[in-house]
């Protein structure tokens, strides 16, 4: 194999890691009480529904390099409240959990782990 091919062989190699990027959104349930139901779904595909008792969780990964649209939504049911949450995008991809975004579904709504803090919203309608 000559000097070219070799470049060319190792650059091809490179990118093909550079153009891969797995994210992995968890999210965990940590109410007692009713199990929680979980739907996630963006244009890039349906994640399925799931239902989690007290610390149950549930996980997908994807490619971020690949998707069209940089966005995954929950929607997330429970007897105290519910409501559709951006689970990723570019902000929560840049400012907040990057590659690797854990969710805790509490009392007052979802929250995302930061760094040592849990950044939380409130469910957008309660019950
Ligand atoms: C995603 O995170 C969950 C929870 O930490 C883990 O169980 C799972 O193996 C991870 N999946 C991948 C593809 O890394």
């Known amino acids: 194999m000559n000097w070219l091919s070799k470049i060319v062989i190792l650059s091809l190699v490179f990118t093909t890691a550079n153009a891969y990027s797995l994210t992995n959104v968890t999210v965990t349930n940590e109410l007692t009480g009713d199990p929680i139901t979980v739907h996630c779904y963006s244009s890039n595909g ?6 989690l008792t007290l610390f149950g969780f549930y ?5 971020s390099d690949a998707l069209t649209e940089k966005k995954f939504l929950c929607s997330i049911t429970t007897q105290y409240g519910s409501g559709d949450y951006e689970v990723w995008n570019i902000y929560l991809m840049n400012n907040r959990c990057g590659n690797n975004c854990q969710w805790k579904v509490h009392l007052s709504g979802p929250c995302v782990q930061w760094k040592d803090t849990l950044v939380c919203q409130p469910w957008q309608n309660t019950n």
């Open 59 to 63: 996980w997908f990964s994807f490619d």
């Open 46 to 51: 349906d994640e399925g529904t799931t239902s």
